[in-house]
């Protein structure tokens, strides 16, 4: 029992005691105020404003919008040829195309069994990460087959944030943060201190918690802050090792210095 705590206390140690990741300014672009998404390696953002999603480039900015289903709760493009779009209010998903068409519409309350859906990730080929509220599962749903490919077991506590590329899913609860695979199989779970939103990019993770940030590297269990100056993080993305943090008016461009 006392070898157990030892263990303990060196992992909540470590977790808080690393050396922090250096952040060096590069740029600080005025923008109007919006909900940013994504901004991929070419500098294309994605975002929504006034419940239109839309993406911009260096040359021209493509817009979607569906008054009908009201405000987009949550967008992915992690897959810029399939990027989803969440509608929480009317339990209903949209895919578009790189040109923001609509290819398909999942309507969650048709399904049988009927789905109850928080949140939605892109998942490999034609599929879906859904967590299913009524049951507190996650599942890899595929939209074309209309089948679940996979089920994680139900967590305990409530889900903050979500995120996922082509080969595993992030699910921060309360509790963990839990990393599970295309099986729907639990990999790695980290215990929660006080962290209530990620960012993912290959497989590395950004968490926050209150007005600062950590880095979790892929395969490691190691959390590392972040060095930055004093300012409001409303939105933040990671892009390879570039940081970007939106404050309602200012987009800072951030280049992470990671051993």
Same mark, same amino acid.
């Not at 419940?51 to 911009?56: A, D, E, M």
């Not at 779970?189 to 290959?202: A, R």
């Given at each position: 029992m006392k070898h157990c705590i030892y263990i303990l206390s060196l992992i909540s140690f470590s977790v808080f005691?690393?050396?922090?990741?250096? !952040?060096?300014?590069?740029?600080?672009?005025?923008?109007?105020?919006?909900?940013?998404?994504? #901004?991929?390696?070419?500098?294309? @953002?994605?975002?929504?404003?006034q419940?239109?999603?839309?993406?911009?480039d260096n040359t021209s900015t493509l817009t979607y919008s569906n008054i009908q289903l009201g405000s987009i709760s949550t967008a992915n493009a992690f897959n810029p040829l399939k990027i989803n779009l969440f509608y929480k209010n009317f339990n209903t998903a949209i895919i578009l195309?790189? @040109? $923001? !068409?609509?290819?398909?519409? #999942?309507?969650?309350?048709?399904?049988?069994?009927?789905?109850n859906v928080s949140h939605i990730s892109?998942?490999?080929?034609?599929?879906?990460? *859904?967590?299913?509220?009524?049951?507190?599962?996650?599942?890899?749903?595929?939209?074309? !087959?209309?089948?679940v490919r996979a089920t994680a077991v139900p967590v305990q506590s409530n889900v903050l944030d979500m995120k996922s590329n082509y080969n595993y899913c992030w699910l921060l609860t309360e509790n963990? $943060?839990?990393?599970?695979?295309?099986?729907?199989?639990?990999?790695?779970?980290?215990?929660?201190?006080?962290?209530? /939103?990620?960012? /993912?990019?290959?497989g590395n993770i950004m968490l926050k918690s209150d007005q600062k940030l950590y880095y979790l590297s892929k395969d490691? /269990?190691?959390?590392?802050? *972040?060095?930055?100056?004093? $300012?409001?993080?409303? @939105?933040?993305?990671?892009?390879?090792?570039?940081?970007? #943090?939106?404050?309602?008016?200012m987009l800072h461009q951030f280049q992470l210095k990671i051993n």
């Open positions: 005691g690393q050396q922090q990741i250096t !952040a060096t300014l590069k740029s600080t672009t005025p923008i109007e105020q919006q909900t940013l998404i994504g #901004i991929d390696n070419f500098g294309t @953002r994605y975002s929504i404003q419940n239109i999603f839309s993406k911009t195309d790189n @040109r $923001l !068409a609509e290819i398909f519409k #999942i309507d969650f309350n048709t399904k049988q069994p009927y789905k892109t998942g490999y080929d034609n599929t879906l990460w *859904i967590f299913n509220q009524d049951n507190q599962q996650l599942e890899l749903y595929d939209y074309k !087959a209309d089948k963990h $943060l839990y990393t599970y695979n295309y099986f729907g199989s639990v990999i790695s779970k980290l215990k929660n201190n006080g962290f209530t /939103e990620m960012s /993912e990019n290959n490691s /269990e190691v959390l590392s802050p *972040i060095n930055l100056p004093e $300012l409001l993080i409303n @939105r933040f993305l990671l892009t390879n090792e570039t940081l970007y #943090i939106y404050d309602d008016e």
